[in-house]
C-alpha cells in the first residue's frame, strides 16, 4: 500500500504543477529575477516557521542522526543538498524566464523531455535497470516530443535547459534520503537565499506594490513550491528516478489541457497525435503498476481452479 502512496505523492505534485502557468502569467511584466528572489525569499521564511515551530523534535532527531554518521556519508549528504539547491535555484530562474518572456509553449515542452532525460541520467548515473516495456514507452515519449518540437526549433535549447536541470534535480536526490525530506528542501532554499542574497539590491526592481503580485507569489510558494516539491521528494523515498520522471508527464498534458479549455488556444492534429502517445507512453511505463496486480489474481484464480 505505501508503493501506492510513492505514486500518488508523484503524480499529486505534477498535477498541481500542471497550474503553475494560471499563477505565473498574471505578473509576467515583473522581472524574472524579482520573482526568483521574492519566491526563494518567502519560501524559505514560510519553510523555516513550520519547521521551527511544529517539527522541533524532528529536527533534533535529524541532527542527532546526521551527527551519528560517518565522515564520509555526512559530506556525501552536505554535497547533495547544496548541490541539489544551485540545480534547484537554475531550473526556476530558467523556467520563469521561460514562461514569462518565451512562450507558455517552451515550458510545456520542457517538461515534455524532462521525463525522458530523468530516465536517461538515472540508467547512466544511477544505474537504475528498465525493462523492454519501459524503454518502448521511453522511445514513444522521444517520438510524442519530436513531433511536437517541428516548427519550434527556437524553442528547443530553453526546454532542454529547463528539462535537464530538473531531471539532474530529480536524479541527485534520489540518492539523499537519509535525511527529513523536508528538512532537506528547508536547507536548499536557504543556501540558495544565501547565495542570492548579495545580488538583491544590485538587480533588484523597485519593491512591488500591486496585491496581485502578493497574492500570485503567496500561491507560487505555498501551492507551487513547498508542496508540490515536498510530495516529489517524498515520491523518490519509495520510487526510481525513471518512475517519478515518467509521472512528470501528467504535468504537460494539463498545460495542454488548459491551453484547450482554458486559454481556447487552437489544437493542430500533430499536436493530438503527439499527446495520445504521450498518454499511451505513461499506461505502458506503469503497465506493471496498472495491471499486474490483476494479472496476478488471474493467476490466483487459475490455480485455484485447476485444484
Request: hydrophobic content about 55%; some cysteine.
Amino acid at each position: 500500500m505505501k508503493k501506492y502512496n510513492y505514486y500518488l505523492a508523484a503524480f499529486t505534485a505534477f498535477f498541481i504543477w500542471g497550474f503553475f502557468s494560471l499563477a505565473l502569467k498574471p505578473i509576467a511584466s515583473y522581472p524574472s529575477l524579482d520573482i526568483l528572489f521574492y519566491r526563494v525569499f518567502f519560501s524559505v521564511v514560510t519553510l523555516t516557521a513550520i519547521n521551527l515551530i511544529f517539527r522541533r523534535k524532528n529536527i533534533k532527531k535529524n541532527w542527532a542522526d546526521f551527527s551519528a554518521m560517518p565522515k564520509e556519508k555526512k559530506q556525501k549528504i552536505t554535497l547533495l543538498t547544496l548541490v541539489g539547491g544551485i540545480i534547484l535555484a537554475s531550473n526556476w530562474l530558467i523556467f520563469i524566464y521561460v514562461i514569462n518572456h518565451v512562450n507558455v509553449k517552451a515550458g510545456s515542452l520542457a517538461y515534455l523531455i524532462c521525463p525522458i532525460l530523468t530516465t536517461v541520467f538515472a540508467f547512466f548515473l544511477l544505474k537504475e535497470k528498465l525493462n523492454k516495456w519501459k524503454w518502448i514507452a521511453v522511445c514513444i515519449s522521444t517520438i510524442s516530443c519530436i513531433l511536437l518540437s517541428l516548427n519550434h526549433f527556437q524553442d528547443i535549447l530553453y526546454s532542454l535547459l529547463v528539462a535537464s536541470t530538473y531531471a539532474l534535480y530529480l536524479v541527485s536526490q534520489r540518492k539523499n534520503s537519509e535525511i527529513d525530506k523536508f528538512l532537506i528542501l528547508n536547507i536548499q532554499l536557504l543556501f540558495i537565499a544565501l547565495l542570492i542574497l548579495p545580488f538583491y539590491p544590485a538587480y533588484s526592481g523597485a519593491v512591488p506594490t500591486e496585491p496581485v503580485f502578493y497574492v500570485c507569489l503567496f500561491c507560487i510558494v505555498v501551492l507551487f513550491t513547498i508542496i508540490p516539491l515536498f510530495l516529489n521528494l517524498y515520491a523518490l523515498k519509495g520510487l526510481d528516478s525513471s518512475t517519478v520522471g515518467i509521472l512528470m508527464y501528467t504535468n504537460p498534458i494539463i498545460n495542454f489541457t488548459l491551453a484547450v479549455f482554458y486559454f481556447k488556444e487552437e489544437v493542430s492534429v500533430l499536436q493530438m497525435i503527439s499527446y495520445s502517445l504521450i498518454l499511451i507512453s505513461i499506461v505502458i511505463f506503469n503497465k506493471k503498476l496498472l495491471f499486474g496486480k490483476k494479472n496476478k489474481s488471474k493467476a490466483i484464480f487459475e490455480d485455484s481452479k485447476s485444484k
